[in-house]
Protein backbone atom coordinates (compact mmCIF):
# COMPACT_ATOMS: atom_id res chain seq x y z
CA UNK A 1 0.00 0.00 0.00
CA UNK A 2 1.10 3.49 -0.93
CA UNK A 3 -0.61 6.20 1.31
CA UNK A 4 -0.89 9.95 -0.50
CA UNK A 5 -1.36 12.97 1.71
CA UNK A 6 -2.18 16.35 -0.39
CA UNK A 7 -2.29 19.77 0.83
CA UNK A 8 -2.28 23.40 -0.49
CA UNK A 9 -5.25 23.65 -1.68
CA UNK A 10 -7.32 26.81 -0.73
CA UNK A 11 -9.34 29.84 -2.67
CA UNK A 12 -7.56 32.49 -4.32
CA UNK A 13 -8.33 35.28 -6.99
CA UNK A 14 -7.76 34.52 -10.83
CA UNK A 15 -4.65 35.36 -12.04
CA UNK A 16 -2.91 34.37 -8.66
CA UNK A 17 -0.57 31.58 -7.83
CA UNK A 18 -1.07 28.24 -5.32
CA UNK A 19 1.68 25.21 -4.88
CA UNK A 20 0.30 21.88 -4.12
CA UNK A 21 1.68 19.38 -1.97
CA UNK A 22 1.77 15.55 -2.08
CA UNK A 23 3.63 13.28 -0.03
CA UNK A 24 3.40 9.59 -0.62
CA UNK A 25 4.64 6.71 1.97
CA UNK A 26 4.90 3.16 2.33
CA UNK A 27 5.46 0.25 -0.06
CA UNK A 28 7.06 2.94 -2.59
CA UNK A 29 9.35 1.27 -5.33
CA UNK A 30 10.77 2.59 -8.25
CA UNK A 31 10.67 3.37 -10.97
CA UNK A 32 6.97 4.97 -10.42
CA UNK A 33 5.08 7.67 -11.54
CA UNK A 34 3.69 10.73 -9.60
CA UNK A 35 0.92 12.87 -11.19
CA UNK A 36 -2.03 15.40 -10.26
CA UNK A 37 -5.15 15.16 -11.79
CA UNK A 38 -8.38 17.51 -11.18
CA UNK A 39 -11.76 16.96 -11.39
CA UNK A 40 -14.64 19.83 -11.74
CA UNK A 41 -18.49 19.48 -10.29
CA UNK A 42 -20.19 17.76 -13.64
CA UNK A 43 -17.30 16.93 -14.91
CA UNK A 44 -14.65 13.93 -15.64
CA UNK A 45 -11.63 13.53 -13.82
CA UNK A 46 -8.87 14.92 -15.76
CA UNK A 47 -5.21 14.78 -16.12
CA UNK A 48 -2.85 18.15 -15.06
CA UNK A 49 0.49 16.87 -14.92
CA UNK A 50 2.62 13.70 -14.52
CA UNK A 51 6.40 13.51 -13.68
CA UNK A 52 7.89 10.21 -13.53
CA UNK A 53 11.27 8.96 -11.38
CA UNK A 54 13.45 9.63 -13.84
CA UNK A 55 12.50 13.44 -14.24
CA UNK A 56 10.02 12.92 -17.42
CA UNK A 57 7.12 15.10 -17.70
CA UNK A 58 3.67 15.43 -19.43
CA UNK A 59 1.46 18.53 -18.92
CA UNK A 60 -2.31 18.85 -20.40
CA UNK A 61 -2.53 21.53 -22.96
CA UNK A 62 -4.76 23.78 -20.41
CA UNK A 63 -1.80 24.25 -18.35
CA UNK A 64 0.83 24.11 -20.20
CA UNK A 65 3.10 27.31 -19.41
CA UNK A 66 1.18 28.55 -16.27
CA UNK A 67 1.69 25.31 -14.18
CA UNK A 68 4.91 23.46 -12.92
CA UNK A 69 5.33 20.02 -12.07
CA UNK A 70 8.42 18.49 -9.57
CA UNK A 71 9.01 15.97 -7.17
CA UNK A 72 11.60 15.52 -4.49
CA UNK A 73 13.15 12.04 -4.59
CA UNK A 74 14.21 11.50 -0.65
CA UNK A 75 10.86 13.15 0.19
CA UNK A 76 8.74 11.19 -1.97
CA UNK A 77 6.84 14.43 -3.20
CA UNK A 78 5.45 15.59 -5.75
CA UNK A 79 4.35 19.50 -5.93
CA UNK A 80 2.29 21.20 -8.16
CA UNK A 81 3.33 25.04 -8.75
CA UNK A 82 0.00 26.82 -10.37
CA UNK A 83 0.64 30.17 -11.65
CA UNK A 84 -1.93 32.76 -13.18
CA UNK A 85 -4.93 30.69 -12.16
CA UNK A 86 -8.25 31.16 -14.07
CA UNK A 87 -11.75 30.41 -12.88
CA UNK A 88 -12.02 27.35 -15.01
CA UNK A 89 -8.87 25.88 -12.86
CA UNK A 90 -11.19 25.53 -10.12
CA UNK A 91 -11.74 21.78 -9.24
CA UNK A 92 -10.84 19.13 -6.65
CA UNK A 93 -6.94 17.96 -7.59
CA UNK A 94 -5.91 14.56 -6.53
CA UNK A 95 -2.91 12.96 -6.85
CA UNK A 96 -2.22 9.48 -7.95
CA UNK A 97 0.78 7.32 -7.63
CA UNK A 98 1.35 4.15 -10.02
CA UNK A 99 3.79 1.66 -10.41
CA UNK A 100 4.35 -1.60 -12.20
CA UNK A 101 5.93 -4.23 -10.01
CA UNK A 102 4.73 -7.42 -11.74
CA UNK A 103 1.38 -6.02 -11.87
CA UNK A 104 0.27 -2.63 -11.95
CA UNK A 105 -0.31 -0.25 -8.84
CA UNK A 106 -2.11 2.56 -8.74
CA UNK A 107 -2.94 4.56 -5.79
CA UNK A 108 -4.75 8.10 -5.26
CA UNK A 109 -5.16 11.07 -2.85
CA UNK A 110 -7.83 12.01 -0.53
CA UNK A 111 -7.99 15.10 -3.08
CA UNK A 112 -7.86 19.30 -2.22
CA UNK A 113 -10.18 21.63 -3.55
CA UNK A 114 -9.16 24.50 -4.99
CA UNK A 115 -10.92 27.54 -5.77
CA UNK A 116 -9.92 30.65 -8.28
CA UNK A 117 -12.34 33.43 -7.66
CA UNK A 118 -13.02 35.95 -10.42
Known amino acids: QVQLVESGGGLVQAGGSLRLSCAAS????????MGWYRQAPGKQRELVAT???????NYADSVKGRFIISRDYVKNTVYLQMNSLKCEDTAVYYCKWSGFSSRQYMYWGQGTQVTVSS
Open 26 to 33: GDIFSPNT
Open 51 to 57: ITTLGST
